[in-house]
T-cell receptor
Framework: GENVEQHPSTLSVQEGDSAVIKCTYS??????FPWYKQELGKRPQLIID?????GEKKDQRIAVTLNKTAKHFSLHITETQPEDSAVYFC??????????????FGQGTTLQVKP | GAVVSQHPSRVICKSGTSVKIECRSL??????MFWYRQFPKQSLMLMAT?????????EQGVEKDKFLINHASLTLSTLTVTSAHPEDSSFYIC?????????FGPGTRLLVL
């Protein structure tokens, strides 16, 4: 069935360093890939997303890259700050005529940014 | 961005009782809503897809008779956990799908004693 694998499960970086989180997906029909940030006890917040017709998207310190051939996508956070500490989830969804909107989530990455 | 509300935010109940959780899209019409469950330190697991005016579609392993879903209007979906047991204690989150992306509700923390 549909599956999204996310690595690493935990990531600790020094403030100012970069952080990279990687995900792979199994369903080649997936063409929408959002990333969510979830703080403890809160709802997931969308931080960036990418569609399959784009290879890279950037929003200030956050960027996402997509390799459709290899079926993997990555989140890059540069100049990390302590407030970036949270759990990050990748997800994959199908679009177009088969769009169900159903998101399949990765296992999550706990990011700790040390001051 | 779009607003999705969820009520209640927290509920404690005795084993064997039923609990209803509401999910509302406040400023857009959501033809589809999703219900997720999240155990501590785990990912969000999709339970079911709720479509307005039709029966919900449940994911494999989710008991439809235990988790009753009703999507009576374009702005409201309800999840009822029937005969709740301690193992049903979890964080339940809904999301509303109108235009992409999905917007999540604030979640309901259920504790079954």
């Amino acid at each position: 069935g549909e599956n999204v694998e996310q690595h690493p499960s935990t990531l600790s970086v020094q403030e100012g360093d970069s952080a990279v989180i990687k995900c792979t997906y199994s369903d080649s029909a997936s063409n929408y890939f959002p990333w969510y940030k979830q703080e403890l006890g809160k709802r997931p917040q969308l931080i960036i997303d990418i569609r399959s017709n784009v290879g890279e998207k950037k929003d200030q310190r956050i960027a996402v890259t997509l390799n459709k051939t290899a079926k993997h996508f990555s989140l890059h956070i540069t100049e990390t700050q302590p407030e970036d500490s949270a759990v990050y989830f990748c997800a994959a969804s199908k679009g177009g005529s088969s769009n169900t909107g159903k998101l399949i989530f990765g296992q999550g990455t706990t990011l700790q940014v040390k001051p | 961005g779009a607003v999705v509300s969820q009520h209640p935010s927290r509920v404690i109940c005795k084993s064997g009782t039923s609990v209803k959780i509401e999910c509302r899209s406040l400023d857009f019409q959501a033809t589809t809503m999703f219900w997720y469950r999240q155990f501590p330190k785990q990912s969000l697991m999709l339970m079911a897809t709720s479509n307005e005016g039709s029966k919900a579609t449940y994911e494999q392993g989710v008991e439809k008779d235990k988790f009753l879903i009703n999507h009576a209007s374009l702005t409201l979906s309800t999840l009822t956990v029937t005969s709740a047991h301690p193992e049903d204690s979890s964080f339940y989150i809904c999301s509303a799908f109108g235009p992409v992306p999905q917007y999540f509700g604030p979640g309901t923390r259920l504790l079954v004693l």
